[in-house]
């Protein structure tokens, strides 16, 4: 049977964390591929993105030319737009890749938010959920999510960065090479984004 990462996310901009989060998952779940989903607009985010999506896409695409593993980038959100569900996404992979276990890859703070996605019970029924979990850390469990969701620790130690402390430090005129790969940085200088 396949198994399919599915890695959603803003992506404003892309980083190394993302690439060190998403091969964890692929070692440690034995993964066959996985299935990059910029959101087109996420639904739990205060602010709307910094970037376009067209922007964030393309950002995408040039930070995973050096992945190294099986992956694609999916533009499903775009075609959908508005505002992007979990739930969709996944009901659509469930056609694209036919009886494989997917596994949407996440990290323990959404794992204590996950009741609140959109329709979970469904989302749930149609995914398993690899939660990125530090090496020693103890997995929080979410007592609000349906008795079948299935939950898969991943182990990992991360690179604490986010896209929030990037954009500032772009902003600021600060040097983001030691998180941004730097053909993405290159592209956003010239294209003059987070400043």
Not at 46 to 74: D, N
Not at 124 to 144: D, T
Not at 166 to 195: H, M, W
Request: charged share 30%; glycine share 6%.
């Amino acid at each position: 049977m396949q198994k399919i990462g599915i890695m959603g996310g803003s992506f404003d901009p892309p980083h190394k964390a993302h690439l060190e989060i998403s091969n964890a998952a692929f070692d440690f779940l034995d993964l066959d591929e996985i299935v990059f989903v910029p959101a087109f607009s996420a639904p739990l985010k205060p602010c709307p993105h910094f970037a376009s999506f067209c922007h964030r896409l393309a950002m995408l695409k040039i930070a995973l030319e050096k992945f190294g593993r099986k992956h694609r980038v999916l533009e499903i959100e775009r075609e959908r737009g508005g505002v992007s569900y979990s739930v969709d996404t996944a009901e659509y992979l469930r056609g694209v890749f036919p009886g494989a276990r997917l596994f949407w890859i996440i990290g323990t703070d959404q794992l204590l938010s996950l009741h609140k996605w959109r329709d979970i019970e469904r989302l749930s029924g149609i995914v398993e959920f690899a939660v990125l979990q530090r090496g020693g850390e103890s997995l929080r469990e979410n007592e609000n999510l349906p008795k079948k969701t299935k939950i898969a620790r991943v182990e990992f130690e991360p690179m604490e960065i986010s896209s929030t402390q990037i954009r500032r430090a772009l902003k600021n005129g600060e040097s983001a090479a030691d998180f941004v790969d730097e053909n993405v940085l290159k592209y956003i200088k010239d294209n003059k984004l987070y400043i």
